[in-house]
């Protein structure tokens, strides 16, 4: 469709060939004409491309195709550039289709590809999928785009968009916070919600493609929350709880700082009690906290009288949040935190005086599993993105793929991407058969060394993307954008919810602890 007001003529491509003067300029593509001849002095990529032999006048697709995005054709201002169509054609190409399955091999998992099987999703995690991706590709694409490149915090209409349909709710995983709740407009039934529906969500969010924006889109309601709705006493649940999931207030976790990191045992930040035993006050700093900048309550690791203690804090004079520049965007709030003699009332303590351990620990494998959905996901926002660009990028004469060098780290990327979700679909099929408790001691170690292993396959993915890509992988705007952003951010997910180094040795430790006394070789 052309973005000026004159209905599309038709040519034929002879008629076409005629307009292949400077003066006179049109190029076909995909079967739409273009008149170029005002544009090829204002072209950001100079006008003299248009002046080589084989453009003027000609079919010009192919060298579109191989420098430019689907999307920059889609944008009004160079929409108005189409004069017509060429008769008896019709265009061929497409980009980005909303709410559509990819067609792209591997670039969906194997359980949203036409005619493969799972034994894990039911007829409710397809609907909400379905419903997800038409709401990713309408609400969250669009704002993710925007504010991943300006910086500001998620529009407060998504936000409250989410809340009308209840995904803050449903991105807590399955629970008793879940009841009442009309899901996704009664898709999903509260009490059938399960780790397979919130696997769903997380991984059309991550179809967003802007990893500032996936943590600024309340990540720290996600790991901030859980202490509150696990550990609080019920008032202050009646109170935090429909704020936070309502999207009206924002939570966020607020535990490693500057001299310690994760260390919970070296936190200086300290609560001590009023004389009488009323209020603790707080002093001390917290850094990378997600979501901190813009968040009006936050879940403090403290040190105290017994030991580590976590304590809900609502922001007021004394709490100060400053920005973080980190490498992805501002948008994801990441703020330096300090408190500075701040009085909470004792009854904000999230579980027992001296149990912070227990607390923080309670939620780290649901954090990290949430972490390997994500990435399972990302990694086949690459391959789809790479399997476009070497079919229809043009070097040496040939498509990039015929090089085997290319396609060896194709098929790297594919072989990790699919281990990755055929591991991340059994652990959550155990966790959706093991109790809490079980899953705490069985399944600690396995998605320590899942997250690792989806990390480490990610790092490899993104310097493979690089390397394809060349130079554009490197590049902020244009074609390369989405590798370059890849690249940039990867290292957030092999750090967040636990660094990749540290889960290895959880892991291997946890297996090493568990071995029967009597085996021997
Ligand atoms: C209606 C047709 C065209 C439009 C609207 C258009 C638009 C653009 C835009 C917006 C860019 C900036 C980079 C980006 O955002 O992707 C660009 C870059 C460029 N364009 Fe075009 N273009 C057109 C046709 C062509 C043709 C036919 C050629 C080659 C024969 C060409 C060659 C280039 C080159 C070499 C660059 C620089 C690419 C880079 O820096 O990687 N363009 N064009």
């Given amino acids: 469709m052309s973005g000026s007001s004159a209905p599309l003529r038709k040519f034929t491509r002879e008629e076409v060939s005629r307009h292949n003067t400077p003066d006179d300029l049109w190029i076909i593509i995909d079967s739409k004409v273009y008149n170029v001849t005002r544009f090829k002095d204002l072209h950001p990529g100079g006008t003299s491309v248009f002046l080589d032999e084989d453009i003027p006048g000609q079919d010009a697709t192919e060298a579109f195709y191989g420098l430019h995005l689907h999307e920059v054709l889609e944008l009004p201002q160079y929409r108005r550039l189409q004069v017509g169509t060429i008769e008896g054609e019709e265009p061929q190409l497409y980009g980005k289709i909303q709410g559509q399955i990819s067609q792209v091999p591997y670039a969906e998992p194997a359980w949203l590809t036409p005619g493969y099987y799972s034994p894990y999703y039911k007829e409710s995690h397809r609907r909400l999928q379905r419903a997800f991706r038409e709401f990713v590709d309408e609400y969250i694409y669009p704002d993710a785009q925007a504010r991943e490149a300006d910086g500001k915090r998620p529009s407060q209409s998504v936000i409250d968009k989410m809340a009308e349909l209840n995904i803050h709710a449903m991105r807590m995983g399955p629970g008793k916070h879940l009841r009442g709740l009309k899901l996704m407009n009664g898709i999903v039934a509260p009490e059938e919600f399960d780790y397979f529906h919130e696997l769903v969500i997380t991984q059309e969010i991550v179809r967003c493609f802007a990893r500032g924006y996936g943590d600024g889109i309340l990540a720290g309601c996600v790991i901030g929350l859980p202490p509150v709705l696990n550990f609080g006493s019920e008032e202050l649940k009646a ?36 004389e009488d035993g009323k209020y603790w006050i707080i002093n001390g700093s917290k850094k990378w906290i997600t979501n901190g900048h813009f968040a009006d309550y936050f879940t403090v690791g403290c040190k105290t009288e017994d030991g580590f203690t976590v304590i809900l804090v609502e922001r007021q004079e004394g709490v100060e949040t400053k920005p973080i520049k980190t490498s992805y965007s501002a948008t994801a709030g990441t703020a330096y935190v300090t408190f500075d003699n701040v009085k909470v009332p004792v009854s904000n303590t999230l579980g027992e005086e001296g149990g912070g351990i227990f607390v923080m620990l309670s939620n780290f494998n649901h954090e990290r599993w949430v972490m390997c959905c994500g990435g399972a996901r990302s990694q086949r926002l690459l391959i789809d993105a790479c399997l476009k660009w070497v079919t229809q990028r043009k070097a040496f004469g040939k498509p990039l793929a015929s090089l085997a060098v290319i396609r060896s780290k194709l098929a790297s990327m594919i072989a990790r991407t699919e281990s990755i979700q055929a591991w991340l679909e059994n652990v959550t099929y155990q966790m959706c058969n093991m109790s809490y408790r079980e899953q705490a001691s069985k399944l600690a170690g396995q998605i320590a060394f899942l997250k690792m292993y989806s990390t480490r396959s990610a790092q490899q993915t993104a310097i493979d993307a690089v390397q394809i890509w060349g130079g554009r ?29 540290v889960l290895a040795d959880l892991g291997a430790r946890q297996a090493i602890r568990s071995m029967p006394q009597n085996a021997r070789l």
């Fill in 239 to 274: 109170k935090v709880v429909p704020e936070v999931l309502g999207g009206k207030r924002f939570i966020c976790l607020a535990v490693s700082e500057a001299h310690a990191g994760s260390d919970v045992f070296g936190l200086q930040t300290t609560a001590t009690k009023t």
């Fill in 473 to 501: 992988g490197i590049t902020q705007t244009g074609m390369g954008r989405l590798i370059e952003h890849y690249y940039r951010t990867v290292p957030f997910d092999a750090l967040l919810g636990g660094a990749e180094d």
